[in-house]
């Protein structure tokens, strides 16, 4: 009796545990299509300072806010990164809860 109970506790466990993952696996995919988090659905902007502003109003797939760790620009994303006074950049981001790694893409069109 008392494997039966342990069996069940520890189906029970194992089930709690794979439905946390798929939860966050489902969530992952669905901040995937968000605009700002491929280079193919880069988030328009006018000047660099908007990106703090677009990173403070993001939240991570466990609700945490996240921060910039890093930013760069990007030369080879598929397409000329300097054409028509646009440039690509990445800010590469870090959750404040969970720690997960986040990146967020900009294009840049400088108003001349």
Do not use: W
Not at 7 to 32: D, E, H, M, N
Not at 64 to 83: D, L, P, R
Not at 85 to 92: I, L, N
């Amino acid at each position: 009796m008392e494997g039966l109970i342990f069996v069940l506790l520890i189906a029970v466990i194992l089930g709690a545990a794979y439905r946390r993952k798929r939860k966050k696996r489902q969530a992952k995919v669905k901040q995937i299509q968000l605009p700002g988090r491929t280079p193919a659905t880069a988030e328009m902007i006018h000047h660099s300072r908007q990106i703090d502003t677009f990173v403070r109003q993001q939240r991570c797939h466990c609700g945490g806010k996240v921060y910039v760790c890093a930013q760069s620009n990007i030369q080879n994303h598929g397409v000329t990164a300097m054409s028509h006074h646009k440039k690509m950049h990445v800010a590469v981001c870090e959750c404040m809860r969970c720690e997960e790694v986040h990146r967020f893409y900009f294009e840049i069109e400088y108003l001349n």
